[in-house]
């Protein structure tokens, strides 16, 4: 059965999409099958991957009101082991339309366990807010990952979303968890930087990642190529990065073998 991993942070620009793209990519290059769920209604994770409007006819919003299947929803991307379920603009009116159906909050979960043995991981990249899709996300998954950006208010704006976790674990998924803390656009000549990452490292401890994502020119040009940035250069420290990022995730949920090398499938990204 798939584990279900939500990206989420209520705050914009801190590489959530980034993260969601590249690590469903880093996943599907070690062999893993691997759904990306757009649920962003801005569509920059389905850009990112090179999904252009008319590939989009069925997508995550016509899953939620009940117009298609999640696995018609389904599409292809360049990687072979990587699958993608859209997102479009309509999903912006997505919350006022769910909100006269009946257990709103649980139309993402009770779609996926359609699809739950069809793949390894499924990654959601959530909108930068705390409304009723992102509900649906937390509800869904199994855990959670939270990409935080190495700056003055990183810390602010955690808060207010941790007790939001808390509250969903009491009430609607007693089972989720929190898979991480990534530390995202990682500037060690910077002391502010430096010094942000040592704060929530003692704060936070061994929920925050080993594995940091740098700032990175190839990371941030990717998206406008349609690629994920392992398949634009996937030489490049972000790509690297995102790679060791997905070992740890691999590792810390036990499916690195005991030699601790990365599971044994095709390795090829395309």
Do not use: W
Not at 109 to 127: G, M, R, V, Y
Not at 143 to 170: D, M, W, Y
Not at 246 to 259: C, F, G
């Amino acid at each position: 059965m798939a584990k279900i991993i939500a990206i989420t942070n209520q705050k914009g620009g801190v590489g959530k999409t980034t993260t969601a793209i590249n690590l469903s990519t880093a996943f599907a290059a070690i062999g893993q099958r691997t759904l990306l769920i757009d649920l962003d209604p801005q569509g920059n994770a389905s850009t990112g991957l090179g999904i252009d409007a008319k590939r989009r006819i069925k997508n995550i919003y016509d899953t939620l009101i009940g117009k298609a299947a999640i696995k018609e929803a389904i599409g292809h991307t360049i990687i072979p082991t990587l699958k993608i379920v859209p997102s479009v603009i309509d999903l912006a009116a997505a919350e006022i339309e769910l909100n006269t159906l009946p257990e709103r909050e649980k139309i993402l979960k009770k779609s996926l366990q359609e699809i739950a043995n069809d793949f390894d991981f499924i990654i959601i990249d959530c909108p930068p807010s705390l409304g009723l899709l992102t509900v649906n996300a937390l509800i869904a998954a199994h855990s959670l990952l939270i990409p935080l950006q190495c700056e003055f208010f990183a810390l602010e704006g955690l808060a207010h979303l941790v007790n939001t976790i808390n509250l969903i674990k009491r009430s609607l998924n007693k089972e989720l968890k929190m898979e991480g803390i990534l530390l995202t656009m990682v500037d060690k000549r910077n002391r502010l930087s430096v010094s942000v990452e040592k704060e929530v490292r003692e704060t936070f401890k061994d929920l925050v990642y080993a594995t940091t994502i740098p700032r990175n020119v190839k990371v941030s040009e990717a998206p406008s190529h349609g690629k994920p940035a392992l398949i634009y250069d996937d030489k490049c420290i972000g790509s690297v990065s995102y790679m060791l990022l997905a070992k740890e995730i691999l590792n810390k949920n036990n499916l690195i073998n005991e030699n601790h090398e990365l599971p044994e499938r095709k390795k090829r990204v395309g």
